[in-house]
């Protein structure tokens, strides 16, 4: 079993993260998301990171929205050179090349294997 999780502490409370590739693949999306005001993006957005989600519920909008800048710049931003803006990859759109990729390379199939983020 691939551990898609991580465990930190974010004012004294214990977050468990779900990283698991496709719940963070859905989290861009959502963001990106026109119909949904941003409070709600905000929501559903740590509803589906957060795996202890009843410790956010408590949380004040401030502390949400700092605990998803932290979940992004420690564990999502995919770090690399600063392009010149202009997209290199759209997960979505690649996602066929990157499933057979994975699959050539490594022998894992995305659609049976649930991988984390990071990897």
Do not use: C
Request: net charge positive; glycine share 4%.
């Amino acid at each position: 079993m691939i551990n898609t999780g991580s465990v930190f502490r974010f004012y004294n409370k214990r977050i468990r993260l779900n990283l698991a590739y496709d719940i963070v693949l859905s989290v861009y999306d959502l963001l990106n998301e026109q119909e949904l005001g941003d409070a709600e993006k905000l929501d559903i957005a740590l509803y589906l990171l957060v795996k202890n989600s009843h410790t956010v519920k408590r949380m004040t909008t401030e502390l949400k929205n700092e605990l998803l800048t932290k979940i992004f710049e420690d564990y999502l931003r995919v770090k690399g050179k600063p392009s010149n803006g202009q997209k290199v990859i759209d997960f979505r759109q690649d996602a066929a090349y990157i499933w057979a990729s994975f699959m050539l390379d490594y022998g894992i199939d995305l659609t049976k294997q649930r991988l984390d983020w990071r990897q």
